[in-house]
């Protein structure tokens, strides 16, 4: 059982910055692809971007390339998201999630455990 625990949401205006980051419990946390996605109200969850397990590889949804930077550090069991340059629409609660498999990593359904989420609002 892993448990994911995300924080540094909150409001931000439009074209501001804002990193969230996601700690994992348990000693596996090397041996997970790692995910963000992100839910915007009446909206289906959206891929954002995910890492490999050593952070060698990393993949991004098309309407956060350039902006966004996802990262992990093994040692503290904590992925990252760095937001720049937001926009009113990733205003979403985001989410982080552990694959333990070897599915396509930009795939919801590959991911095996999640966060609770933590709340993103950019006005404008």
């Known amino acids: 059982q892993v448990q994911l625990v995300e924080s540094g949401g909150g409001l931000v205006q439009a074209g501001g910055s804002l990193r969230l980051s996601c700690v994992a419990s348990?000693?596996?946390?090397?041996?997970?692809?790692m995910g963000w996605f992100r839910q915007a109200p009446g909206k289906e969850r959206e891929f954002v971007g995910a890492?490999?397990?050593?952070?060698?590889?990393?993949w991004y949804g098309n309407s956060v390339k350039g902006r966004f930077t996802i990262s992990r550090d093994n040692a503290k069991t904590t992925v990252y998201l760095q937001m720049n340059s937001l926009k009113p629409e990733d205003t979403a609660v985001y989410y982080c999630a552990a694959d333990v498999g070897y599915g396509s990593p930009i795939n919801r359904i590959e991911y095996d455990y999640w966060g609770q989420g933590t709340q993103v609002t950019v006005s404008s």
């Open positions: 348990g000693r596996t946390f090397s041996r997970y692809n």
């Open positions: 890492i490999s397990r050593s952070g060698g590889a990393t």
